[in-house]
Structure formats: C-alpha cells, structure tokens
C-alpha cells in the first residue's frame, strides 16, 4: 500500500490543475483513496496499475466538481479567481508544497483555464500538461479517444488566443529577473503612494482583477487601464494602515503579498510583458489563503 500512497503528490498536482483549488484538490484526492480502500481486497489485488486507476477516478471527481462549479460561480460575489500558492519553502502548507510551481500553474494559465469546459479541460489538462495518452482520459471522461483529441486541441486554441501573438510559447515575456524587477518597482511605488511610478510601469492597457468573495472589500468588477489602476492602489493603500508588503513567489512567478500583524490578508499575482505589468490577480478571499501560513 506504500507504492499507492506515492501517487498522492501526482495526484494533488492533477487535480490542483483540474480545478484551481488547493482545498478541493485535496479533497478530491481524498475520495479517490476513500473509493480505492472500500474495494474489496480481491478487487483491489485485480487492478494491476493502482496509480492509473486513482487517476482516473480523480480525474471523474474533479469532472463533477467542475461542471457543479459553473453553478456555484454563478452566485459568486465578484470576480472568481484561482487560489494562489506560495512558493516552496515560503511559510507555505503541506498540501501546497506537494505541487509542482511551473507554468502550468501559472495564475495566467489557470485563469485560461477557467475559460474551458470541463471536458476541454481535463482533456487539455491531462494530455498537455501531464502527457497521458487519449486512450486513458477516454476512460475519464467517458468519451472515444478521437473525442477526447478535439476537446484537447479546443483547449489549445484557447490558450493560444488567451496569449496572444506577441507573448510567444512563454505566457510570460521577459526572464525572470525582468518579472521581479517590475514587481519590485510596483511594490515601491505602492508604498511610496507614487502614482506616476505606478502609471511607469503599469502598461496602459492593464487590468486588474480582485476577488473578494463577498466576504471582504475588493473591486467587484475588473479596473482597466494603467493610469486607474495606479490610482485606485494609491487610495486603497491610505484606506489601510498598518499592511506590510513584501515579495513572495506566487504560483511559481514573483508576486506580492499584503500581511497585517503577521497575516496574510492579500496575495497579488503579476503578469509582465516587455518590463510592464499587463494583468494584476489580486486574492483577498480568506478561503482561498489557507495555503499561506502567518508569518512569525
């Protein structure tokens, strides 16, 4: 049972790109082990690759999960958004360290992610990111290989829109020290209350997106254009005192993190083309910070 109970971390990071939630991962990964240990032991010995059956039983749950989701958002009070994590080693959760930061966990490429359907996207997922064959996530979604092949290239094409021309195969222009330069740039100009060192390096068609949750104040509609955004961040910063910023590695690029005695209360992730800040993901839900252990 040691061997089945390696496939947990596989699972989590299946899973956690499945439905861009650290708690419902879990809880997800935790059915399927709930489902493997109530077979009984002559039907668990038949099953010759445990770890392809816990996939694909992971795989269903977070299917059912995502398609009572749209429901679910529907009522959601603003704007959803993933939840963030910290990076490894960062005063982070255990769960949350069991996930792989690339860039497919990247808050751009979930939040394309959420565009999909949730056959695309377990398609996508499970064929792009993590390379099963159709043949496999056909038993998953319950559909024909060929089927499964579709939704994976429609998946595709929508990530290819969502880059766009001019931000290449990366997601992401720029290295990283190019990313981290212009977060810390926003960070001082923040603090500062500098407004034209905002609009500096806020390229002017950037958005901004908060989300809230209905359970603490956060814009409840996107904030378009540079010039708003450094405007809005200067008022909202004199409105709270006493929060202390600093640089944290948010879904595996640099990101910025609000903390008030201690705690986290905000978790702010960047997209940077060109030196520029192009998109701004700001988490201030309180269910979604679980993973981000107060600091001491």
């Known amino acids: 049972m040691a061997d089945v109970e390696e496939e947990r971390g ?3 990071n299946i899973a956690y790109r499945l439905l861009g939630s650290l708690v419902e991962s879990e ?22 690759a445990p770890g392809a059956w816990l996939t694909t039983v992971t795989g269903r749950i977070c299917l059912d999960v995502l398609g009572s989701a749209r429901v679910r958002r529907e009522r959601y009070v603003g704007a959803w958004l993933p939840e963030p994590l910290p990076g490894h080693g960062e005063s982070c959760s255990d769960v949350a360290e069991q996930v792989v930061l690339d860039e497919s966990v990247s808050m751009a490429f979930l939040v394309v992610l959420e565009t999909m359907t949730p056959a695309e996207r377990v398609a996508f997922v499970l064929h792009d990111v993590f ?15 060929a089927a499964c092949k579709q939704l994976a290239s429609s998946g595709r094409r929508r990530v290819a829109a969502a880059r766009g021309p001019e931000t290449g195969d990366a997601g992401d222009a720029g290295d990283a ?17 500098d ?4 609009v500096a390096v806020l390229d002017p068609s950037a958005v901004m997106t908060a989300d809230g949750g209905g359970m603490v104040g956060a814009a409840l509609r996107p904030i378009e254009g ?3 955004i450094a405007q809005y961040m200067v008022a909202i910063a004199g409105m709270a005192p006493g929060l202390e910023l600093v640089e944290r590695t948010v879904n595996g690029l640099p990101g910025l993190v609000a903390l008030r005695g201690g705690a ?9 083309a060109d030196g520029r800040v192009r998109r701004i993901w700001v988490v201030r839900n309180p269910e979604k910070l679980g993973a981000w252990v107060a600091e001491g």
């Not at 099963?132 to 024909?144: C, D, H, K, S």
């Open 10 to 12: 596989r699972l989590v």
């Open 195 to 198: 407004i034209a060192g905002l």
């Open 27 to 48: 809880d997800a990964v935790q059915e399927a082990y709930a489902r493997w240990y109530a077979l009984p032991g002559a039907r668990r010995a038949e099953i010759v």
């Open 226 to 228: 540079g010039a708003r």
């Open 177 to 193: 020290g190019d990313r981290a330069e212009a977060v810390r740039r926003v960070r001082t100009a923040w603090e500062g209350g």
């Open 264 to 272: 986290v209360v905000t978790v702010a992730a960047f997209e940077v």
């Open 131 to 145: 390379r099963y064959p159709f043949a496999e996530i056909a038993g998953v979604l319950g559909r024909t290989p």
